[in-house]
């Protein structure tokens, strides 16, 4: 099975959720909507588990890769961050 359109139809609804953010005027993350217009087609019946499991496992086994960068960068600059946090609690 192809990966292709399995990507496509979530990056598709992934499109609809940030058109949605602009229209809407609230504040939840384009992400949000993508994922619930995703479920909702799911629940619907209008796109298959089958179509999309494997693609979103994919990934799913990415996003440790994407914290790397970030969680690196907090420990890099802890003492400036420590000092932050324990200001704003005082």
């Known amino acids: 099975m192809s990966y292709l359109s399995p990507f496509l139809t979530i990056l598709g609804f992934s499109l609809a959720g ?6 809407i005027p609230l504040p939840i993350p384009a992400s949000v909507y993508g994922i619930v217009l995703l479920f ?14 494997k693609a979103g496992a ?5 996003l440790p890769i994407l914290f ?5 960068g907090l420990l890099e600059n802890w003492t400036l961050i420590q000092g932050a946090l324990l200001s704003g609690l005082l």
């Not at 909702?40 to 499991?53: D, F, I, T």
């Not at 994919?58 to 990415?62: A, I, M, Q, V």
């Not at 790397?68 to 690196?72: E, G, I, L, T």
């Open 68 to 72: 790397v960068p970030p969680v690196a």
């Open 58 to 62: 994919f990934l799913r086994s990415l």
């Open 40 to 53: 909702a087609a799911l629940c619907l019946g209008l796109v298959q588990l089958e179509r999309v499991k």
């Open 18 to 23: 940030e058109a949605l953010q602009r229209l």
